[in-house]
């Protein structure tokens, strides 16, 4: 076979498979991106867009979806136009002002603490509302000033109102949070519970019952019943540490302390909020 008819074959063949690459990578190129609200990114193609949603089908993929429109930050097409569906809520739209409601002079609120723990049975939103209410209550009993402790259910209730969890309250300032639930003080707390394992106290105790006669003692130890009682209990052991911030509406923080209370109970942590809460700013014991 002569080169010059391997040649155009060749040639062919070869703008072919360039052809074929180009068409794939401009293939890849050609998606859409869908940021949502909460941050999340969506690739894919949007197949088309009405009034309340759109449908998208993601990136190797032929099923449709139907997204809510209301869940879409922005949509930025292949073409490189960007269509803003929503703009992201920031955090001063999130701030009420409560001025209307009365002065918020030497009002307190608590907000739910943050939870870390390797146990499993521990829920770490349900035992931070817990420690949260045991922490209010405390500081009612232990408030040596003319406070006004805010309940912890107006405080959660204030800010589901505002869509704002655990994660968000991460996210805004001291001050953004005494405006929003309408106090001069915001007290933040945090529990570490660590499961350390299990303890087991008390003795065994064992007993003969004797078959025979007392002089023949000797025997009746080693042919008598044996008789075991056990007066021994286990009990999980865990360690606590405890963490307290307390700020004023001007962002200023003026208390801080951490704590690691005696005891190998889940409940220990009771005994370190009541020794903290009486040296805070607002406690009995406090010393400037």
């Known amino acids: 076979m002569s080169i010059s008819k391997t040649y155009p074959r060749f040639l062919l063949t070869t703008l072919l498979f360039l052809s074929f690459v180009t068409s794939t990578l401009t293939a890849q190129d050609s998606v859409d991106i869908i940021t949502m609200l909460n941050g999340d990114i969506k690739k894919g193609k949007v197949i088309s867009v009405n009034s309340d ?75 931070g509302v817990q420690v949260q209410n045991d922490c ?60 350390e394992g299990t303890r087991t106290y008390g003795s065994d105790v064992v007993s003969y019952k004797d078959k025979e006669k007392e002089k023949d003692r000797k025997n009746t130890e080693n042919k008598g019943v044996a008789i075991a009682s056990s007066n021994s209990s286990t009990t999980i052991s865990y ?31 009771h005994s370190g909020l009541k020794y903290m809460i009486k040296r805070c700013p607002f406690g009995s014991k406090y010393k400037k």
């Open 239 to 269: 360690d606590v540490k405890l963490d307290l911030k307390i700020f004023n509406d001007k962002g200023e923080n003026i208390y801080a302390e951490s704590r690691h209370p005696f005891g190998l109970g889940i409940d220990a942590y």
């Open 136 to 195: 209010a209550n405390i500081l009612r009993e232990e408030s040596a000033f003319a406070v006004t402790i805010q309940d912890p259910m107006t405080t959660n209730a204030l800010l589901a109102k505002k869509g704002i969890d655990a994660a968000a309250i991460a996210t805004l300032l001291p001050t953004e949070l005494a405006s929003i639930l309408g106090v001069e003080y915001v007290m933040y707390g945090a529990t570490e519970v660590i499961n």
């Open 53 to 127: 949603a759109i449908k998208f089908t993601y990136v190797g993929e032929s099923l449709e979806y139907e997204i809510s429109k209301e869940e879409i930050n922005q949509i930025q097409f292949s073409s490189g136009r960007v269509e803003v569906v929503n703009e992201p809520k920031q955090a001063s739209s999130l701030i009420a002002n409560n001025s209307s409601s009365g002065s918020t002079k030497n009002k307190v609120a608590v907000l739910p603490f943050s939870i870390v723990s390797n146990d499993d049975a521990i829920k770490p939103d349900v035992f």
